[in-house]
């Protein structure tokens, strides 16, 4: 065997071991580029899950809200009415001299109060219950969007 042939059968065994190592190094990223793959398809699934959740309860939370706010306006002429109904009036704390102006006495006022009307009481009553609403809503929409349940 001579020198040219050795060198032949040499390169012929480092080709094929080089081949070798680079299909093996191939299948190993393909296999890799796949699992990977699949995995993000899992987590991208999962998100779409959990958004579709949580839009779900952003929407149940938006319909509760909207059915109730439509609500607050009899709600607060019933408060009004029942306050009524019981003889308690509404009234705010002024100063003497808009009581006494108000009320048309010319004496000191003791308590200094003046009575509202039904209109701007059941109008106080609702905006009152449309905040609490508002609020108790906005915690709702912060706790779903944390994760957490209604």
């Not at 899992?42 to 309860?57: D, G, I, K, P």
């Not at 439509?70 to 009524?84: C, E, F, N, R, Y």
Request: glycine share 10%; charged share 25%.
């Amino acid at each position: 065997m001579n020198l040219k042939e050795f060198f032949m059968w040499g390169l012929l065994v480092i080709t094929g071991l080089g081949l070798t190592y680079v299909k093996g190094h191939s299948d190993a990223t393909d296999s890799l580029t796949l699992k990977q793959q699949a995995d993000q398809l899992v987590a991208a699934r999962q998100l779409e899950v959990e958004r579709e959740t949580t839009q779900r309860a952003l929407s149940e939370l938006s319909l509760n809200w909207k059915a109730q706010l439509d609500q607050t306006s009899s709600a607060a002429a019933g408060v009004v009415a029942d306050l009524k109904s019981r003889n308690i009036s509404l009234s705010v704390q002024a100063a003497d001299g808009v009581v006494c102006r108000t009320l048309g006495g010319g004496g000191p006022v003791i308590d200094g109060r003046v009575p509202i009307r039904d209109e701007d009481g059941q109008f106080l009553i609702g905006e009152a219950k449309r905040a609490d609403l508002q609020i108790k809503t906005l915690q709702g929409v912060i706790r779903t969007l944390q994760g957490g349940s209604k």
